[in-house]
């Protein structure tokens, strides 16, 4: 069985990405105004970011 895995999205995959982008951006921009916190992924795993995130003390692995 062969597989072809596409580089990049087709036109419509395309749009769909940059609204989803846009909503995302939204989102974030309005937590930020209202002083929330938000949780992203970065550098493989969650991070909350934002002035009242939760203050977390994990131990270094």
């Known amino acids: ?4 895995l596409k580089t990049t999205p087709s036109p419509e995959g395309q749009k769909q ?3 989803l982008r846009q ?3 939204k989102a974030l921009e309005k937590k930020r ?3 929330q ?4 992924w970065q ?3 969650p991070v ?10 994990e131990k270094p692995v």
């Open 1 to 4: 069985m062969n597989v072809k």
């Open 17 to 19: 990405l940059e609204i």
């Open 23 to 25: 909503a995302v951006s």
């Open 33 to 35: 105004r209202l002083g």
């Open 37 to 40: 916190y938000a949780v992203i």
């Open 43 to 45: 550098d493989g795993k």
């Open 48 to 57: 909350m970011t934002g002035d009242d995130s939760p203050q977390t003390h």
